[in-house]
């Protein structure tokens, strides 16, 4: 683990991999730590804000010392998904997987997933836990407009769209749940630690 100064109230941690930024993220957020005021994680770093009258130098070394848990996913029922699997992409991942498309929905419906970190648009959350015969890679070709809600899986991980955007992630499907409410407190339905799980639902 190394700390590292990120401006004048911030810490950056470096991790030797994901699960362990997952697990110091969990840390933190039982913690408390005294001017802690946010804690953003990231594939392999943890960011931690802290208020400007913090002592940034006890923190850092404070950090090091923090017990991790065995398990960052937090104790919540998970939220669940209703997907219905008819995305442009299934056929495609299940050419690319050697299955058929029925073992494509099975296996990503049976997964158990845990939100890891937020990033590339507000509210899109990277899952992990995908199954690792379904771990394809992005296509070569990204859409310049993916719908809401399209259900997608990228190398490691699988996500939901929560506004319409460009992107690289291979469309297995689509659901109705709104992941992003700028109405509601907090905007954002998954936060790192929540977990999920994808229902398969009957086409219209």
Do not use: C, K
């Not at 933190?28 to 931690?48: A, F, H």
């Not at 296996?107 to 990033?119: C, D, E, F, K, P």
Request: proline share 9%; net charge negative.
């Amino acid at each position: 683990m190394r700390v590292l100064r990120a401006g004048d109230a911030a810490l950056l941690v470096e991790t030797e991999d994901l699960a362990t930024a997952l697990r110091l993220n969990a840390a933190l957020r039982d913690e408390g730590l005294p001017g802690v005021v946010d804690v953003v994680p990231g594939e392999r770093t943890v960011l931690v804000v802290a208020d400007q009258s913090a002592d940034l130098d006890r923190l850092a070394a404070r950090l090091p010392q923090l017990r991790l848990p065995a398990d960052a996913a937090d104790d919540a029922d998970p939220v669940e998904v209703p997907v219905v699997y008819d995305g442009e992409d299934l056929d495609e991942v299940a050419r690319l997987t050697g299955l058929s498309s029925g073992e494509v929905v099975r296996r990503h419906s049976a997964a158990s997933y845990t939100v890891a970190y937020l990033g590339f648009s507000p509210g899109f959350a990277y899952l992990t836990g995908l199954d690792p015969v379904l771990h394809v890679a992005r296509r070569s070709s990204p859409r310049t407009s993916v719908p809401v809600g399209s259900v997608a899986i990228a190398g490691p991980y699988a996500a939901v769209y929560p506004s319409r955007s460009p992107g690289g992630w291979r469309l297995l499907g689509r659901t109705d749940l709104r992941l992003w409410d700028e109405t509601r407190d907090p905007p954002s339905l998954l936060r790192p630690g929540t977990r999920v799980r994808f229902v398969p639902g009957e086409r219209p």
